[in-house]
């Protein structure tokens, strides 16, 4: 309808200049109009009846005027300047998808590629090839040529479009390339086409003309879109998978949620999907079991009529640190909490609890336990009391301060104390105590600043009234306080905790900072009081328990139970999990999937925790078949951190283990593992990007077309700026339209004076 | 009605729950020796830690009637109460940083849920004592629960076989055994390598350290599975009468001394065990 009426199609205004070919100037034109519609104003005027008032006047004059206009419009010679390909003089080039998404079948059975080729097969590469040269392409994660469409055959394991147009653009400087014809369903797997490509695409202005195939939407599939789960962590934690993921055609229904390891589930619970295309964050709880390195499968259980079932896993790498913590908890007064504290992690293996307990007024008794096991590993340690020195200190991952007054420790040993957390990164609890907190002098110290309250300035905080203990909404969900899966069943789970004995105020939380527990007296009033506080400060972590009397319970619940004990090991496993060594190796993708690049990144500390600049540091890589040492270089922004990038030959897991010297002095090593899989890109997002394939043509002068209309490519292909091309001028003052509207303006006015009955 | 009446028992079976649930306030009872001891200034003052005094059901005799034979009937568990208990009390506030209360709780084993607020018990004249299964059931549960129970003055033979008829109801395989003088029990504050029998007021008119067959002094325990003493076993002494007589001149120091010094390890043991 279009080109009937516009004469030409759309294309070749969209690629046109608009011009007046008469050669006479446009301001003539516009006075012409003005000198036409004077005249005939004046002529209206005065040649209308009695019934016709002035409003009618005017729409009269404005319908001549306007036809006048017309007329005028089209002696001046309205034209398009359009470039177009000198035929057998360009080439024009053909891309065909050749990714995995191209082997999926749609609707009719038909798969994509097939599709594909039976378009081009069906007349367009014959009308292409009628004009250009051709030159055929197939891409996946790179470009290739290839002289037979019979070389597509979908098995590419990734789709990189924008770095597959680079290419052709490259081939552009030496040859004419005067358009490309891209056949895909648009589902890059490289976060899509960079601004760098498209603007090289535009200086070279080749137009790139998409065809897309496949249906923009599922019916009945459900996609995993992304899987958070901590890199590292220490044996037999409680981990959080955290799942994104998206469904069409199941809405309400119920599907299994697991995370396993090497096909054995860890856990997995039942999720009810919302929404056709909401997307929904899930999570479950597992435990990361033994040290090694483990292979996390999170799968969604595939639906009965599911179109696309390999995109129901994600895997994901978790490196189970075999490192021991070694936490020092400095009590200030032999009490109930501290005895019923220790034995709440007797059983964590992976803990190595080293307690100072102020017996006396001067005597100070150790303990040291690690796992069951008690005892002294070393009888001298600490044995003239709390660490004075930064190694001795720092030695330790996290600190924990029960009932001891600020000045039992010097103003030096305080600020170490604040320097352990921001600079070394270690985790420290402070519990709540006669002499903790405000009543213990803590407000007037550096510690004060990385305290997650707001110290109150009144002496009393620490009272020995019975409260009960509520978890709030961060709670709910906080793996430190989460007693059972389910999170509604743990808000329940603490409301039947037995009452603590004690409380200190502690305060208002500070920004930034997260309350988990509320103390709520029974001596009523109706406050909440927060109990359980946590923040981070600096490279470390800091919480504070302001109680002395959650021993109750494990004293006032039967033997079996086992709350206390997972209290505990949950909130000192936090305090210390994250601590870092001298040396702390990483990676941001820890699982590359379709693609060989990696980056490796080392954080290097001495042995005071400060940034060592000046280390020489290597990576060296293990895999199968491969081993190779990487020297790793200082990153101009970070001090202390190094990187280098390594290509990783083949699919397999990768073990890296980073090592840092300052001359011959060794500062520390670390290991961490990656892992590269190949077929897995494609598995993901296979519906068709139809967004991606407009975006591109429209950014570069194509156009994109459905396969159906796909048959006007051909006409189409021939403007294009690039190539070898001829300047052609297309006429417009004899469009049917123009001539249209004449009608249209002469109708209108004979029409109106007939309703006036004015003829 | 019939509706108040229900909302009536919801109520006071919850009441009834809440207090089995809670503690149970002090109570001054009369006892053997003391039928009207005077309370300290500060007895209401709460505090960290007090030391429980075990409430039991004693047998009358277990000895034949004879010269040197002394046996107090019902109320066996208050021999030396409260006096005991708030010397004891004095000396431990006096002595370390534990922040204690001025006298004891009298506890017994009734099924509710207070004896768990108060993880340390002590049992005096144990050879007298007379546990029903279900007084050993929570025995038995408050000690695997983290409860330490401390027991003394009972002396020879026949007490002890009354005591461990009582304790084979909490533990029926559990071994009681010697404690090793390098056990922690006896390093937490002071070294007590070298220990001595510690008698009673009676030695001060006898000059003789042991009663009926009990010559040597045990000291005995029963640990739980992870290697802590649950179970503090002072068989042929009488810590008892040494605190509750420190006071007195005519009570020899060194006994009063060494009760002392036994009592804040075995407690600070407790603290941090």
Redesign the interface.
């Known amino acids: 309808m279009f080109e009937f009426l516009f004469k030409y199609p759309s294309t070749v205004f969209h690629q046109g200049t608009f011009l007046l070919a008469s050669g006479w100037p446009l301001w003539l034109l516009v006075l012409g109009v003005i000198a036409v519609g004077g005249a005939l104003g004046v002529l209206v005027l005065r040649k209308r009846s009695a019934r016709m008032g002035n409003i009618k006047a005017g729409m009269v004059w404005l319908l001549q005027t306007a036809l006048a206009a017309v007329v005028l419009f089209m002696l001046w010679h309205p034209a398009l300047s359009v470039a177009t390909l000198k035929p057998q003089q360009n080439i024009v080039a053909v891309v065909v998808d050749d990714s995995a998404s191209m082997s999926v079948a749609d609707e009719g059975g038909a798969t994509r590629r097939d599709r594909a080729n039976a378009l081009l097969n069906g007349g367009l590469l014959q009308s292409l090839a009628d004009k250009f040269q051709v030159r055929l392409y197939r891409l996946s994660d790179h470009l290739e040529r290839i002289e037979k469409l019979d070389q597509v055959t979908a098995q590419g394991t990734a789709t990189h479009i924008g770095e597959s147009l680079k290419q052709v653009v490259a081939d552009a400087n030496s040859l004419p390339i005067g358009a490309v014809v891209l056949l895909s369903d648009g589902a890059d797997n490289s976060g899509g086409i960079d601004l760098e490509t498209i603007s090289e695409i535009r200086r070279q202005r080749i137009p790139v003309h998409t065809v897309g195939f496949g249906r923009e939407k599922m019916s009945k599939d459900i996609e995993i879109t992304g899987a958070d789960i901590p890199a590292r962590t220490l044996p037999d934690s409680r981990l959080e998978a955290v799942v994104n993921f998206h469904q069409q055609g199941y809405s309400g229904q119920k599907v299994k949620l697991t995370v396993r390891d090497g096909g054995k589930i860890l856990a997995g619970r039942d999720v009810t999907l919302k929404g056709d295309g909401v997307q929904q964050t899930e999570s479950v709880l597992f435990n990361a079991g033994p040290a090694g390195v483990k292979t996390i499968d999170v799968v969604v259980d595939t639906l009965q009529g599911e179109e696309n079932t390999r995109n129901n896993k994600v895997t994901r790498l978790v490196n189970v640190d075999s490192r021991k913590p070694r936490i020092l908890y400095l009590e200030?007064?032999?009490?109930?909490e501290?005895?019923?504290l220790?034995?709440a992690v007797?059983d964590d293996r992976m803990i190595d609890l080293f307690?100072m307990?102020?017996?006396?007024?001067n005597?100070i008794?150790r303990?040291e336990q690690i796992g069951?096991q008690?005892g002294l590993t070393n009888p001298k340690e600490l044995e003239n009391g709390y660490p004075t020195k930064v190694e001795d200190l720092f030695g330790f991952d996290g600190l924990i301060f029960g009932s001891v007054d600020a000045p039992y420790l010097t103003p030096q040993q305080q600020e170490l104390v604040k320097n352990f957390v921001d600079r070394r990164g270690g985790g420290v609890l402070f519990l709540g105590g006669?002499d903790s907190l405000a009543d213990g002098g803590w407000v007037k110290t550096p510690v004060n600043e990385m305290l997650p309250t707001v110290l109150p300035e009144k002496k009393n905080s620490f009272v020995?009234v019975?409260a009960n203990v509520e978890v709030t909404a961060a709670g709910r969900d906080s793996l430190i306080t989460r007693l059972e899966e389910d999170p509604g069943k743990n808000v329940e789970r603490w409301k039947k905790m037995?009452y603590i004995m004690n409380f200190q105020d502690a305060g208002q939380p500070k920004p930034g900072a997260t309350v988990l527990l509320d103390a709520i007296p029974m001596s009523g009033g109706g406050g909440r009081i927060p109990l359980l506080v946590t923040q981070p400060f600096g490279r470390g972590r800091v919480a504070i328990f302001a109680t002395?009397g959650s021993?109750?319970w494990?004293?006032?619940?039967?033997?079996s139970d086992k709350t206390h004990e997972m209290f505990y090991t949950q909130l000192l496993r936090w305090l210390v999990n994250d601590t870092p060594r001298h040396v702390t190796g990483s990676t941001p993708k820890s699982l590359l999937a379709d693609e060989s690049n990696v980056k490796l990144r080392a954080d290097v500390r001495d042995k005071n925790y400060l940034p060592a600049s000046d280390a020489t540091v290597e990576a060296h890589v293990e895999g199968d078949g491969v081993s190779e040492t990487i020297t790793m270089t200082p990153e101009p922004l970070e001090q202390g951190v190094y990187g280098a990038q390594w290509t990783a030959p083949k699919v397999g897991s990768y073990l890296v283990e980073v090592s840092a010297k300052r001359g011959e002095e060794e500062i520390g090593t670390d290991a961490f593992t990656f892992r590269r899989e190949d077929g897995v890109a494609e598995n993901f997002h296979v519906e068709q990007n139809r967004e991606l394939l407009q975006k591109l043509s429209s950014e570069t002068g194509g156009r994109y077309y459905r396969p159906d209309d796909a048959n006007k490519l051909g006409r189409d292909i021939n403007y294009s700026e690039a190539g070898i091309t001829v300047r052609e001028t297309r006429d417009l003052w004899d469009m049917p339209a123009l001539f249209a509207l004449l009608i249209l303006l002469r109708s209108a006015e004979w029409v109106l004076r007939r309703k006036w009955g004015v003829i | 009605m019939r509706l108040r009446a229900v909302l009536v028992a919801i109520v006071t079976l919850l009441g009834a729950w809440g207090i089995l649930r809670a503690q149970k306030p002090f109570v001054s009872y009369p006892g053997v020796e003391y039928e009207d001891f005077p309370l300290p200034p500060d007895y209401q003052r709460t505090a960290e830690f007090t030391r429980a005094r075990l409430m039991y059901t004693a047998y009358l005799h277990v000895h034949p009637p004879g010269p040197g034979v002394y046996e107090n009937g019902p109320r066996s568990w208050t021999i030396d109460y409260p006096r005991s208990d708030r010397h004891l009390l004095a000396g431990i506030a006096r002595l370390t940083r534990i922040d204690t209360r001025s006298v004891e709780q009298s506890v017994e084993l009734d099924n509710s849920d207070d004896v768990y607020n108060w993880p340390m018990l002590y049992g005096v004249e144990v050879g007298h004592w007379n546990l029903n299964e279900e007084e050993a059931a929570q025995m038995r549960e408050f000690l695997l629960r983290g409860g330490f129970f401390m027991c003394d003055d009972f002396h020879g033979t026949v007490e002890w076989n009354i005591f461990m008829a009582g304790m084979r109801k909490v533990f029926p395989d559990r071994p009681v055994v010697d404690l090793d003088s390098k056990d922690p029990i006896f390093h937490t504050v002071y070294d007590l390598d070298d220990r001595i029998q510690v008698p009673g007021m009676q030695y001060v008119y006898s000059h003789i350290t042991y009663e009926y067959d009990g010559f040597q002094p045990k000291w005995r325990g029963i640990y739980d599975d992870h290697g802590r003493l649950m179970v503090a076993i002072c068989h042929n002494m009488d810590l008892g009468d040494a605190w509750e007589n420190s006071d007195d001149p005519k009570y020899p120091e060194k006994y009063a001394a060494l009760a002392y010094r036994i009592a804040v390890n075995y407690v600070i043991y407790d603290l941090s065990h």
Not at chain 1, 332 to 336: I, M, Y
Not at chain 1, 357 to 361: D, K
Not at chain 1, 554 to 559: D, I, K, T
């Open positions: 200030g007064e032999p009490r109930w501290f005895k019923f220790r034995r007797e307690t307990l102020r017996t006396t007024q005597k008794y303990q069951s008690q006669r020995r019975g037995p002395g021993w109750r494990q004293m006032l619940q039967p033997v």
